[in-house]
């Protein structure tokens, strides 16, 4: 029991490998409340964070510099709840690492993947807003989709290989009652200057980058003066190389250009400020508790506190979309107008069903009791509204948002089909500039 023990201690710094050896860990209750939070946490997580992924990729206006970050930040959070907080689960039911020898590798390896990309997308949707506010005429050529592409794809690459370290310090741990733990085979000693590497470019150098160039940019948005009619020019050069049109629209941007450009601005950057400021108070437990149990000689592993920092970490990464939601018009806009488009897409299948059944009777005037009752169940019209509309030639409403399906005789075998429009969204004209990135 004492070999077992010592093992464990050398190797306390992974939270999301490592279970507490106390007791409490094995109760009922703490099994309870793990899988309930981990399930709940990051289940919203992955659907916000897929959700922010579609708009971007499915929504024209909505790809832009900054949003090409958050597309990469939300594929990293992504990985984080997927490596990091289902595996969790099964630890927690089961109490033993369940995933074999390569899933301790391949798993290890994606969350601090994940973990690392977060922090670096962060890092560099900080370093564009700050070139694009304070530094309005080189954004022209800094803040563009396709620089934004590459220096993520570096991003990831990099990351990719610096996260490879971790297949030479992971592995399969056995006790003596032969429960299974994927945890550390290098001792602490070894352990602590990769951490303490990893605790500097990953979480103290970005927020100190953060915490100065956030200060720029405020002193430039708030301290600064108001744009005057002359700095017309420069405001539409920052918003056609960031994108970044006014909250209010096409309205907005006709009336009141260089007021509503500065207010656009001032809501973009307290949303990626409150996401940095949520970054480094979720991670400050877990951070904090590595770094003390670094040094310690008898590190601090209450189950109800390592659950804590879990949970944390896992909020992090789910939180994000939320906050684009609350903050951000356009992602509120995007949002509804992903799930309107998934409402659409079944209303336009049950027309396609209509016209097809309809297009299989040469006269509707003859059409069998059968055909009739068909299309009735098809299109979830009852037959009567069917015959009395072939009768009178009327328009059949099917109880949809502007779908209606009008019978004319005389106009062919299959009946015509109107579509009104459904109020949404204006689509960008040409000549307008294309909106910010939130």
């Known amino acids: 029991m004492t070999e077992n023990s010592s093992s464990r201690i050398d190797a306390p710094t992974n939270i999301s490998l490592v279970s507490a050896v106390d007791l409490v860990s094995q109760s009922l ?8 939070l981990v399930l709940l946490v990051c289940g919203a997580g992955i659907v916000g964070n897929i959700m922010v992924v579609l708009v971007v990729l499915t929504t024209r206006h909505m790809r832009t510099p900054t949003n090409c970050y958050l597309v990469s930040l939300a594929v990293a959070d992504l990985i984080v709840l997927v490596a990091a907080g289902l595996p969790n689960v099964s630890d927690s039911l089961t109490g033993t690492w369940v995933y074999g020898h390569a899933g301790c590798l391949g798993i290890t ?16 949707f900080t370093i564009e807003r700050y070139i694009a506010i304070c530094h309005p005429m080189r954004a022209q050529t800094v803040c563009t989709v396709s ?66 160039l956030y200060a720029l940019i405020a002193r430039i948005l708030y301290l600064g003066p108001l744009p005057h009619p002359a700095d017309t020019a420069t405001t539409t050069t920052l918003r056609r190389s960031c994108k970044e049109p006014p909250e209010g629209g096409a309205k907005a ?22 996401v940095v400021v949520l970054f480094a108070l979720l991670w400050m437990p877990y951070r904090t508790l590595v770094l003390v149990n670094s040094f310690v000689a008898a590190p601090y592993l209450d189950a109800w506190f390592i659950l804590f920092c879990r949970t944390c970490i896992y909020a992090n990464s789910a939180i994000n979309p939320v906050v684009y939601n609350l903050m951000s018009q356009r992602f509120r806009s995007a949002f509804r107008g992903l799930y309107r488009c998934q409402r659409e897409t079944a209303q336009r299948r049950t027309l396609s069903a209509l016209t097809a ?82």
């Open 357 to 438: 059944s309809y297009s299989v009777a040469r006269d509707p005037m003859t059409a069998t009791n059968g055909t009739k009752a068909r299309i009735a169940m098809e299109t979830c019209v009852s037959t009567e509204t069917v015959a009395e509309t072939e009768k009178k030639g009327k328009v059949v409403s099917f109880g949809m948002d502007g779908e209606s399906v009008g019978l004319e005789r005389g106009r062919g075998d299959v009946p015509s089909v109107s579509l009104e429009a459904t109020p949404g969204a204006a689509e960008p004209n040409e000549g307008e500039m294309q909106h910010s990135v939130v």
């Open 109 to 124: 390896y994606f969350q601090y993947l994940g973990i690392n990309v977060s922090s670096c997308s962060i890092t560099a």
């Open 253 to 274: 941007g006709r009336q009141g250009r260089p007021r509503s450009a500065l207010s656009s601005r001032k809501q973009v950057t307290k949303m990626l400020a409150v």
């Open 147 to 212: 620089r934004a592409k590459r220096i993520i794809a570096g991003v990831w690459a990099l990351t990719c290989v610096y996260c490879l370290l971790w297949f030479f310090l992971v592995d399969i741990q056995v006790s003596r009652d032969q429960q299974v733990q994927c945890g550390y085979k290098v001792s602490r000693d070894l352990y602590l200057p990769i951490y303490l590497i990893d605790f500097a470019i990953f979480y103290v150098l970005p927020l100190l980058l953060a915490i100065v």
């Open 29 to 36: 209750q703490y099994k309870a409340v793990s899988v309930f």
